[in-house]
């Protein structure tokens, strides 16, 4: 980094040690040492807006979307009255199913668990733009 004249920016430098969940007791729980700064492990981190957990399981980015999307669908839901299906639509469109469709190759062989967590999200939405008047 030195030689390129690049800095380590303490404040979003995260460390991440990824392993299955049976053997997250292994990896060491200290700090890992980058350059003169010692970086705390942690156990996900953001990256371009996913979420990757450390045993990769996808849950903490799977939480993140349903929340972000739950919270939009309870906006809709106030103003759905004085709005025609077609606007709608179109505003599920725009903050639901774009949350959902971002980056869901991550979404490949996850538990269907998860699924039906992300599932859940489309049956409101669905629910929602189907029994306004």
Excluded at 39 to 58: E, N
Aim: glycine fraction near 4%; aromatic fraction near 4%.
């Amino acid at each position: 980094m030195a030689s390129h004249r690049l800095q380590l920016n303490h404040a979003k430098t995260e460390v991440l040690w990824c392993t299955s969940s049976r053997r997250q007791h292994q990896i060491p729980s200290g700090p890992v040492r980058i350059g003169t700064t010692d970086v705390q492990p942690v156990s996900s981190i953001r990256d371009l807006g996913v979420y990757i957990d450390a045993d990769m399981s996808m849950r903490t980015h799977v939480t993140a979307v349903v929340r972000a999307c739950f919270a939009a669908l309870r906006q809709i839901r106030s103003v759905r009255r004085s709005l025609s299906r077609h606007a709608l639509l179109t505003l599920v469109r725009a903050l639901i199913v774009s949350k959902l469709d971002y980056c869901n190759s991550v979404f490949a062989g996850i538990p269907g668990q998860l699924q039906d967590r992300l599932q859940s999200v489309l049956n409101t939405a669905a629910r929602l733009v189907f029994s306004a008047n």
